[in-house]
């Protein structure tokens, strides 16, 4: 028979067809918005939804006693209320190795672009060509120190390609032993660290009780002048009004933003008013790659849940609170790693 699966958004053909072959019928989702998805899980009852980027709340989940499970088309599921599925036996599934590729080299190309000072450049060369080109400050990324908030498919995956461009790279996590670290990286357990020496910081947590607001003026304070702040994670994780005092009046260099608090961006934001700031709207994941590899573990997750089988990326609940952390630390000898000192 098969089950009904809704798509508030349209997923790619090898998603589509995986549902299909499955015998599952698919329902083409009437809008985006939260109240588009609560009225068509109230009109079809259906038994999956896999969901792109519409907030998925408590309310929506309860008002279909027939849902089964969700999937989320990607890997950050903040946008989901977890909790609410568990509470009602409905399964939360994720993609997370879909698009970290993707997300790791927007971070990069954020770095890139900072590094160049692009907005100004992009601004001022047509109208004063020896300006731009002469008197515009534009810094090299190499012998440079990334700091990574957060290493885990994402932040690996950074760390890999700034250690390619021979960058210092220092990594925090606290949730993940030494070993599980990318070769060639230094492992800190020092938070504040991560702030103070390094001349790009970039985020890549989820936005959870303990990392909310965690880069707030405080922080944005402890950071180098010439220092720039990369986003590419979840703007609850930044105080923008901090942030934006902190690059329009010097305290850091400027920041690169792939996410924001507020989606879609709203024009008066005063982030956008600064040369400094770069902001993409939140494409990190949205390569054609990326969304094919995303539709396809999506419809794999509803249809492993159809099947009785145990999913492949379930969404556990984890209390960041209590969790288990580590203290191991690792230094790596550049030499030995074939890097070199700048």
Known sequence: MGWKVLLPQEIMEEGRELLEKAGHTIIKGRGFETEDVLADMKEHQPDAMIVRITPITREVIESNPNLKVIVRHGAGFDALDVKACHDNNVQALYAPVANSTSVAETAIMLILECSRNVIKLRKTWVDDFYTAKLKLKKNTVNGKTLGIIGCGNIGSRVAKRALALEMNVICYDPYKPVKDFPEGV?????????????????????????????????????????????????????????????????????????????????????????????????????????????????????????????????????????????????????????????
Do not use: Q
């Open 186 to 342: 230094e492992v800190t357990r020092d938070l504040d660290r991560i702030f103070k020496e390094c001349d790009y910081v970039s985020l890549h947590c989820p936005a959870t009780s303990v990392t909310k607001n965690m880069v707030n003026m405080e922080r944005l304070k402890m950071m180098k002048p010439d220092a720039f702040l990369i986003n590419t994670a979840r703007g609850a994780i930044v105080v923008e009004e901090d942030l934006y005092e902190a690059c329009k009046n010097g305290v850091i260099a400027g920041a690169g933003l792939d996410a924001i608090r507020k989606e879609p961006v709203d024009p008066a934001n005063p982030l956008l008013t600064l040369d400094n700031v770069i902001i993409y709207p939140h494409i990190g994941g949205n390569t054609v790659e990326a969304a094919h590899r995303a539709s396809y573990f999506s419809a794999m997750g509803v249809n492993e849940v159809y099947e009785g089988k145990t999913p492949t990326w379930p969404i556990n609940d984890v209390d960041y609170e209590t969790a288990k952390t580590y203290d191991d630390t690792f230094v790596p000898d550049k030499k030995k790693a074939g890097m070199f000192d700048f």
